[in-house]
């Protein structure tokens, strides 16, 4: 995506990118969400997903130096929330130092792990070093009960994924453990199973619809995707899927909010609320290129500056004009929230 010029005539933005270089020179300002993506290497092959073709062209991963560089930046010094994701954070094999450096530098904030699960003696072992166990969560994929081998081409990922649940509610009771569900074209139909086997066993289940994210899941495939519609929905499975949300919808403690944004979108509504990505997050990419909404280019790579240099820097701001754009209002990539 080739960046436009800047409009100077934009003149709310210029004072808040003059208002942000002003507050940072002054450690004033601070990003209170920040996702890292350890690694681009994953151990099951996901439809959805191209990251595990990469052992073709050779993976990365984000380093222990470059994570402690990010986490000393004056400019995260307030994070509240951060996120470890992958491919799968628990083939790192140095998981339990990043941790350990996470919480010696930054330790109040909430950390999130999500996985896919099947790593269970890793993910235990994990867990049973990991200190402050109360502030710390973990996301595990699923994506239907009969359809979710299919979803990964994997056979038996389900059963393990199933055991590993089972482990840490056994041993790990208070640990903050929920389920992660991706509406695809192939399981659409199971959103109500799934969301009833997590109602069994005392589970938010988070779901979020399928996407073609050049930067993040689909970047071999990306244009092939595009070109293809394979992840779009007919008319009918969308009349479904809508059918399946309002009915999830009805229960109590489900985020009616998300929902009916959801729901909305799929409809075609137009949206007329401020973007949900917060303007203080940064997503890290495993080859260190920062993002604040993975849907455009990168503003920066954490190799080649330090995170104030990024955040104030001209990409940034032709980022956050992008947002008021027709790619936002089609977005449905609405992270955090639960049924």
């Not at 009918?236 to 979108?265: A, H, M, T």
């Not at 990168?298 to 990409?315: A, F, M, Q, R, S």
Request: proline share 3%; with cysteine.
């Amino acid at each position: 995506m080739k960046l436009p010029k800047l409009d100077n005539t934009s003149l709310l933005y210029n004072l808040r990118d003059s208002k942000n270089l002003f507050l940072s020179r002054f450690n004033l300002i601070s990003i209170d969400t920040i996702t890292l993506m350890l690694s681009d290497r994953c151990n099951l092959r996901c439809r959805m997903c191209d990251m595990w073709e990469k052992e073709k062209f050779g993976y990365s991963d984000l380093s222990l130096a470059i994570i402690k560089k990010i986490l000393i930046s004056s400019d995260v010094k307030r994070v509240r929330y951060l996120s470890l994701t992958g491919g799968e954070p628990f083939l790192r094999e140095d998981i339990a130092n990043i941790y350990a450096l996470i919480r010696s530098l930054h330790p109040r904030c909430r950390v999130t792990i999500s996985s896919n699960g099947v790593l269970t003696g890793k993910i235990i072992k994990f867990f049973s070093g990991a200190n402050n166990p109360r502030n710390i969560s973990l996301e595990i994929s699923m994506h239907g009960i009969t359809s979710h081998d299919h979803m990964t081409q994997s056979k038996g990922s389900l059963r393990q994924s199933e055991q590993t649940i089972g482990e840490i509610q056994k041993r790990f009771p208070k640990l903050k453990l929920s389920v992660k569900f991706v509406i695809t074209p192939w399981n659409y139909n199971e959103i109500e199973k799934t969301f009833d086997y997590c109602q069994e066993r005392g589970l938010p289940l988070i779901v979020k619809m399928i996407e073609n994210v050049k930067s993040y899941t689909n970047s071999i495939r990306y244009e092939e995707n595009t070109k293809q519609k394979i992840f779009s929905f007919t008319e009918d499975q969308l009349q479904d899927i809508l059918c399946f949300l309002n009915r999830v919808n009805n229960n109590k403690g489900v985020n009616r909010y998300f929902i009916e944004y959801l729901v909305g979108s799929l409809q075609g509504k137009p949206i007329n609320k401020q973007c949900l990505v917060s303007r203080k997050s940064l997503f890290f990419n495993a080859n260190g290129d920062i993002y604040n909404c993975r849907n455009f280019e990168p503003i920066g790579n954490i190799k080649e500056g330090d995170v104030t240099l990024h955040i104030t820097g001209y990409k940034n701001r032709i980022c956050r004009q992008q947002r008021d754009s027709s790619i936002c209002q089609k977005c449905v990539a609405l992270p955090r929230f639960l049924i």
